[in-house]
């Protein structure tokens, strides 16, 4: 008698839950061991089931159409796409959020520059706050989720993903969020801000990150900045300085090499209070500063 391992014909996906399963954890197998969570994520966004599924339940049968569409999901994760593209969710702050591949997938190391925010500016305070390229809005929705009090506005060049953002705004239904077309703060003219957040692109320009892993399917525009790197934060931090009030913070993400020069930078332009926040793998990450003036 054949058992539950060896039920389906090797290369075909089959058609329960368990042999699915195993299909796609062997298509998606790596080192690291998340081709298997791939599998569970992608074959739970299908069924609309939890991911323990189809270790419960291996033998149920699927319909046609689900098996059909998990198939494709895992092939298009075999040849690299990422996951949040394929369910087209991805959770930031624990916000459940929509991206597309109009939009940067959010990742976790922004979330310190939530973080941050939180913990630099007061609650229960009406505070004015700007998202400098908001992408699906993961920064600004979390902080107008955590702080009701305050009013955030965002802005983002790229139309499409404005429009993943705003949705994402109307689906967690978040009123003190604005978001607005534009370069950078172009639609902010004459507007002064308690604070200012922003997780620009600051990938170099060149960079072989940028034809790896899930990079290749993001916006380019969304990474890229210039043959250092840091074309967008010279520009950001010249121009905050004007946007800011008496005291008001300055919060921008930059990557893992760029804590030096980000610091100069901010120095040079006449910003005090500098310091810089390491991510979890101890990378300096999120510079932190104030315009005194
Ligand atoms: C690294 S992504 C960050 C997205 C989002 N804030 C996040 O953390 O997930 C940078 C974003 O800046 C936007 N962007 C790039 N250049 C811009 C510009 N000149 N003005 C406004 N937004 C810009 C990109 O379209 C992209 O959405």
Same mark, same amino acid.
């Given at each position: ?17 368990? +042999? ?36 419960? &339940? ?14 494709? @999901? ?7 796409? !990422? ?7 991805? +959770? ?22 939530? $973080? ?10 009406? @505070? ?16 107008? #989720? ?9 802005? +983002? ?40 957040? #922003?997780?620009? !692109? ?13 990079? &290749? ?16 934060? &010279? ?8 946007? @800011? ?38 990378? $300096? ?9």
């Amino acid at each position: 008698m054949s058992n539950s391992s060896t039920r389906h014909t090797p290369g075909e996906p089959g058609n329960t839950l368990g +042999e699915l399963l195993r299909w796609a954890s062997d298509l998606l197998a790596d080192e690291d061991g998340s081709g298997r969570l791939d599998a569970e994520v992608l074959i739970g966004h299908v069924t609309g089931q939890p991911r323990h599924e189809p270790y419960i &339940r291996p033998e149920r049968t699927l319909p046609t159409s689900q098996g059909q569409r998990i198939e494709e @999901l895992v092939r298009r994760r075999a040849e690299g796409q !990422p996951v949040a593209y394929l369910t087209g969710e991805c +959770e930031f702050w624990s916000l459940p959020l929509h991206v597309t591949p109009a939009t940067l997938i959010p990742r976790p190391e922004t979330e310190l520059v939530v $973080e941050s925010a939180l913990a630099h500016l007061p609650a229960g305070e009406s @505070l004015y706050i700007a998202d400098l390229g908001t992408g699906s809005g993961a920064i600004a929705l979390a902080l107008a #989720s955590e702080r009701p009090d305050w009013r955030v506005v965002a802005t +983002e060049r790229c139309t499409a993903a404005l429009e993943v953002a705003r949705d994402n705004a109307r689906r967690l239904d978040l009123a003190n969020v604005a978001f607005h077309a534009g370069d950078w703060f172009e639609p902010l003219a004459g507007q002064r801000f308690d604070l200012i957040v #922003s997780n620009p !692109p600051y990938v170099r320009t060149g960079d072989p990150h940028l034809e790896r892993g899930d990079l &290749r399917f993001e916006p380019r525009t969304a990474l890229a900045s210039g043959v250092d790197g840091l074309d967008a934060i &010279r520009r950001i931090t010249a121009s905050a300085r004007q946007y @800011l009030v008496p005291g008001g913070r300055l919060i921008l993400e930059h990557g893992f090499d760029q804590g030096a020069p980000a610091r100069d930078l901010l120095m040079a332009l006449g910003y005090g209070d500098i310091t810089t926040l390491r991510d979890l793998a101890g990378h $300096e990450r999120v510079a932190v500063c104030a315009w005194k003036r």
